[in-house]
């Protein structure tokens, strides 16, 4: 029965004999397959669907998904993963994430700072503009 199934889940569970013998070409083409129809997927979306919708965050959400999806497709078979023991995996998963998390933190402070920047520089461009140094009165 499962013959039939033209692409079976790259995600479902290893079965038994598949995790001593490796990859087969079988399933390096499987896994291509899905690699492919997510990129299609992606590209239709953001050629066709991306400039319709108003609320810009549901295209983010849906490309770090797709992005999160083949990355894990990719490290689940490339880099060997869904053969290891679960161990292994939460030893590799939870840094990963930790990382993420710090990349987000740092770009949110840095975003921040640079608004403070911009807001409180009295050398900025637009500062310069519309307001004259409280010094420039004092030495007249």
């Not at 990129?39 to 066709?48: A, D, H, L, N, S």
């Not at 030893?91 to 994430?97: D, T, Y």
Request: aromatic letters at 14%; one cysteine or more; proline letters at 6%.
């Amino acid at each position: 029965m499962s013959d039939l199934n033209i692409i079976p889940d790259p995600l479902a569970p290893p079965h038994q004999e598949d995790n001593h013998e490796g990859m087969s070409t079988r399933t390096i083409w499987r896994v291509f397959w899905w690699l492919l129809a997510i990129t299609i997927v992606e590209v239709i979306w953001g050629m066709k669907v991306s400039h319709t919708i108003s609320e810009k965050w549901i295209n983010a959400i849906f490309f770090l998904s797709m992005t999160f999806a083949k990355a894990a497709i990719i490290v689940a078979y490339f880099m060997h993963l869904r053969y290891e023991l679960k161990y292994l995996i939460r030893s590799v998963c939870i840094p990963l994430l930790l990382f993420v998390w710090f990349v987000i933190a740092f770009c949110v402070d840095g975003t921040s700072w640079l608004n403070l920047r911009t807001r409180y520089e009295p050398h900025t461009p637009e500062k310069a503009k519309t307001e004259a140094p409280a010094s420039e009165g004092v030495l007249k």
